[in-house]
């Protein structure tokens, strides 16, 4: 499984910005985007179950929204902040692999 993340940048706080992961794969048991802010653990930030299942983060719910197709993995985020700030990792778990895209800068500046 290779996974290919993109559309991150620099923005104000308040604009937006849509993440988008290239997931072209015939099975899995989630998907999601997790984050690394500077000097902290990598943590989720949303995923999507097979089941069709959806899980934010209390801090991203209400301004992120995630979704996907056949190929695609996509994380729109709106009302962007300082703290939101982070390297962001595409995710894609089959049982108990995980597989992970290269990441991508998301920064926010105030």
């Known amino acids: 499984v290779q996974l290919q993340a993109s559309g991150g940048g620099k923005v104000q706080a308040g604009e937006s910005l849509t993440l988008s992961c290239d997931v072209s794969?015939?099975?899995?048991?989630?998907m999601g985007w997790y984050r690394q802010p500077p000097g902290r653990q990598r943590e989720l930030v949303a995923s999507?179950?097979?089941?069709?299942g959806i899980t934010y983060a209390d801090s991203v719910k209400g301004r992120f929204t995630i979704s996907r197709d056949q190929k695609t993995l996509t994380l729109q985020m709106v009302s962007l902040k300082p703290e939101d700030t982070a390297v962001y990792y595409c995710?894609?778990?089959?049982?108990?692999?995980?597989?992970w895209g290269q990441g991508t800068q998301v920064t926010v500046s105030s």
């Open positions: 995710n894609v778990q089959r049982w108990a692999d995980d597989f």
């Open positions: 999507i179950r097979a089941s069709g």
């Open positions: 794969v015939d099975w899995f048991t989630s």
